[in-house]
């Protein structure tokens, strides 16, 4: 059976930090994209991170840069989100993400209609 499995998360308060993981099961890493993704309550789901596991390149959304860090262990088939100075405005529920379709000669690269889906953790940032 084809799953991404996520851990981490919770509440920490803002300007604290947390990591995310994302284990890959009954399938290997090495030639995908992984993203992850946020939905806050009221919000369309966003793209907040991806990377093409082939060589670690790395995009970010815009509000996250310099914050939040993706990145891969081949040797645990797994992806990771570091969150570091978080905000209220980072409260959601964090999925992962994962599909080899998408490569534009060079790199994998993440789209809002992956193939495979973790089963969402949700991130509170709140005093």
């Known amino acids: 059976q084809l799953q991404l499995v996520q851990s981490g998360g919770g509440l920490v308060q803002p300007g604290g930090s947390l990591r995310l993981s994302c284990a890959a099961s009954g399938f290997t890493l090495e030639r995908y994209a992984v993203g992850w993704f946020r939905q806050a309550p009221g919000k369309e789901r966003e793209g907040v991170a991806c990377i093409s596991t082939t060589d670690g390149k790395a995009d970010y959304k815009d509000s996250v840069k310099d914050r939040f860090t993706i990145s891969k262990d081949n040797t645990k088939n797994t992806v990771y989100l570091q969150m570091n100075s978080l905000k209220p405005e980072d409260t959601a529920v964090y999925y992962c993400?994962?599909?080899?379709?998408?490569?534009?000669?060079?790199?994998?690269?993440?789209?809002?209609?992956?193939?495979?889906w973790g089963q969402g953790t949700q991130v509170t940032v709140s005093s």
């Open positions: 993400a994962a599909d080899d379709r998408y490569f534009d000669g060079d790199n994998y690269y993440c789209t809002s209609s992956m193939a495979y």
